[in-house]
């Protein structure tokens, strides 16, 4: 038995859903070893090379792990996969003896792999369109809400709280479509034997009515997922880097969404804030505190998992010839932790949006602020379109907002409207009671508001047909 007395993954209890942990549990795992045992069992009975009584007994068995018993013969045998079958068979007093008929022990790991990593996609698909169901609610809210667009992280001009959120949720809607592609790519070893020539298989089945490949087919037809034509010992397992690369790129677009909400809680922003419980604690030494643990958790994890693939990439890279061993022990841990990590991800994420406070006054300081300066572009293009130069227009304006930049910095004065005004350089070519009206930044959006609600129309559609 496991306890705090000892290390402890931090996934196996502090991050990722309990479904996830299940998924990669090392219950499950063997149930799904043991399914795949049966299913052997079951084609191989239909040809006669297994009795009705032997697999019954090992159905009636399937789901009754003990992992200590099997912990202990593998303290003897040094192997935990024949630990599993010799535990099996001690319970199975009339099947035990066909147990793993002509496998290897990666015909029944990494079939039992690839399930499970279908099942953890099909979960974190489920979780990532909940949080595009959020998006697609906050979008709509706040389509039209102007603030203040930021490049270079200085102010630039105005776009929508609903547009920005929207170009978020664009990346993960890219990002629920790799995901789903590398899910239907997926691929298990089938029934290939040591070095994937069927050779164990072929003898076998000598004299029955099945090929090996017919006997694959059979046997995957009741796993539910077809087998690679080819392979070595294992699956490629450029599989695995597919599989982690597609979380990796959704990891990119979390942490995005999450640094942004950072910075826009900072308090020169002020402009966001993640939900705060009552009773929650910022910091230990300074009460006031209101730290983004959130957002910074989501930034952790999504740095862990983008460091993944390329260990991936070097277990795909280095199995050499028809296979080593050398990609095992790190397997065990990177793929659960991909999985957890971006679990964990998704369901952080989708509170942190669904109880996103929006500071307007915050929104409103900050147009009031900048706004003007980013309104010059728009009296610079209609006093070109009025018969002035652009390029003398643009250096006009330009002295004058660095004027005015310096002075708001030093006395929180905002002189930029008056001074343009005063300036018959441009009101030659815009009245100054125009000049006022255009420098208003707040409705300078464009199409911004439709493109945004577009964006949430189509997560609508995705979230409906799912």
């Given at each position: 038995m496991f306890t705090h007395e000892t290390y402890l993954s931090p996934f196996a209890w502090r991050y990722g859903s309990p479904k996830m942990r299940y998924l990669w549990s090392e219950i499950y795992k063997r149930r799904l070893w043991r399914k795949i045992w049966v299913a052997l069992a079951e084609v191989q009975h239909r040809l006669g090379l297994v009795s009705a009584e032997q697999l019954a007994d090992l159905r009636a068995h399937q789901d009754r792990v003990d992992i200590e018993r099997a912990h202990a013969i593998e303290a003897e045998i040094h192997h935990d996969l024949m630990a599993e079958i010799k535990c099996y068979a001690e319970?199975?007093?009339?099947?035990?003896?066909?147990?793993?008929?002509?496998?290897?022990?990666?015909?029944?790991?990494?079939?039992?792999?690839?399930?499970?990593?279908?099942e953890s996609l099909d979960l974190i698909l489920e979780q990532l369109r909940e949080l595009l169901r959020v998006f697609a609610e906050r979008i709509e809210q706040t389509a039209e809400l102007p603030t203040i667009g930021f490049t270079h992280l200085q102010p630039a001009e105005p776009t929508t709280v609903g547009y920005r959120l929207a170009c978020y949720a664009h990346d993960l809607l890219a990002d629920h479509e790799?995901?789903?592609?590398?899910?239907?790519?997926?691929?298990?070893?089938?029934?290939?034997?040591?070095?994937?020539t069927s050779a164990a298989y072929a003898q076998l089945l000598a004299g029955t009515s099945l090929t090996p490949q017919q006997f694959e087919a059979q046997v995957m037809q009741l796993l539910g997922i077809e087998a690679l034509p080819v392979a070595t010992q294992?699956?490629?397992?450029?599989?695995?880097?597919?599989?982690?690369?597609?979380?990796?790129?959704?990891?990119?677009?979390?942490?995005?969404?999450?640094?942004?909400?950072?910075?826009?809680?900072?308090?020169p922003f002020g402009e966001w804030q993640e939900p705060f419980a009552a009773a929650q604690i910022g910091s230990s030494a300074m009460p006031f505190k209101r730290n983004p643990i959130n957002a910074e958790n989501i930034d952790s994890l999504a740095r862990l998992v983008a460091a993944l693939p390329a260990v991936t990439w070097h277990n795909a890279a280095n199995s050499l010839l028809e296979r080593t061993l050398d990609d095992s022990a790190n397997r065990r841990s990177v793929l659960p932790e991909a999985f957890l990590a971006t679990?964990?991800?998704?369901?952080?994420?989708?509170?942190l949006l669904r109880g996103l406070q929006i500071d307007q006054d915050a929104i409103?300081?900050?147009?009031?602020?900048?706004?003007?300066?980013?309104?010059?572009?728009?009296?610079?293009?209609?006093?070109?379109?009025?018969?002035?130069?652009?390029?003398?227009?643009?250096?006009?304006?330009?002295?004058?907002?660095?004027?005015?930049?310096?002075?708001?910095?030093?006395?929180?004065?905002?002189?930029?409207?008056?001074?343009?005004?005063?300036?018959?350089?441009?009101?030659?070519f815009v009245p100054p009671r125009r000049l006022r009206e255009l420098m208003?930044?707040?409705?300078?959006?464009?199409?911004?508001?439709?493109?945004?609600?577009?964006?949430?129309?189509?997560?609508?559609?995705?979230?409906?047909?799912a």
């Amino acid at each position: 038995m496991f306890t705090h007395e000892t290390y402890l993954s931090p996934f196996a209890w502090r991050y990722g859903s309990p479904k996830m942990r299940y998924l990669w549990s090392e219950i499950y795992k063997r149930r799904l070893w043991r399914k795949i045992w049966v299913a052997l069992a079951e084609v191989q009975h239909r040809l006669g090379l297994v009795s009705a009584e032997q697999l019954a007994d090992l159905r009636a068995h399937q789901d009754r792990v003990d992992i200590e018993r099997a912990h202990a013969i593998e303290a003897e045998i040094h192997h935990d996969l024949m630990a599993e079958i010799k535990c099996y068979a001690e319970q199975c007093a009339i099947g035990g003896g066909i147990i793993h008929l002509g496998a290897t022990s990666a015909d029944i790991e990494d079939n039992a792999d690839i399930l499970r990593m279908r099942e953890s996609l099909d979960l974190i698909l489920e979780q990532l369109r909940e949080l595009l169901r959020v998006f697609a609610e906050r979008i709509e809210q706040t389509a039209e809400l102007p603030t203040i667009g930021f490049t270079h992280l200085q102010p630039a001009e105005p776009t929508t709280v609903g547009y920005r959120l929207a170009c978020y949720a664009h990346d993960l809607l890219a990002d629920h479509e790799a995901l789903r592609a590398v899910r239907q790519t997926l691929r298990g070893k089938g029934f290939k034997g040591a070095v994937g020539t069927s050779a164990a298989y072929a003898q076998l089945l000598a004299g029955t009515s099945l090929t090996p490949q017919q006997f694959e087919a059979q046997v995957m037809q009741l796993l539910g997922i077809e087998a690679l034509p080819v392979a070595t010992q294992t699956y490629s397992r450029r599989q695995d880097w597919l599989v982690v690369s597609a979380l990796a790129g959704m990891a990119l677009t979390l942490h995005k969404v999450a640094f942004d909400v950072r910075l826009l809680q900072s308090p020169p922003f002020g402009e966001w804030q993640e939900p705060f419980a009552a009773a929650q604690i910022g910091s230990s030494a300074m009460p006031f505190k209101r730290n983004p643990i959130n957002a910074e958790n989501i930034d952790s994890l999504a740095r862990l998992v983008a460091a993944l693939p390329a260990v991936t990439w070097h277990n795909a890279a280095n199995s050499l010839l028809e296979r080593t061993l050398d990609d095992s022990a790190n397997r065990r841990s990177v793929l659960p932790e991909a999985f957890l990590a971006t679990d964990e991800m998704l369901r952080r994420l989708t509170r942190l949006l669904r109880g996103l406070q929006i500071d307007q006054d915050a929104i409103q300081q900050n147009l009031a602020n900048y706004g003007a300066f980013a309104a010059t572009e728009r009296v610079l293009m209609e006093a070109a379109r009025n018969g002035g130069d652009r390029q003398a227009l643009h250096a006009v304006i330009r002295e004058h907002s660095l004027n005015a930049w310096q002075a708001m910095r030093e006395r929180g004065a905002h002189m930029l409207v008056e001074s343009l005004c005063a300036d018959v350089r441009l009101t030659d070519f815009v009245p100054p009671r125009r000049l006022r009206e255009l420098m208003r930044a707040d409705d300078y959006l464009g199409d911004a508001p439709q493109r945004a609600r577009d964006i949430a129309r189509a997560i609508r559609r995705l979230v409906d047909e799912a």
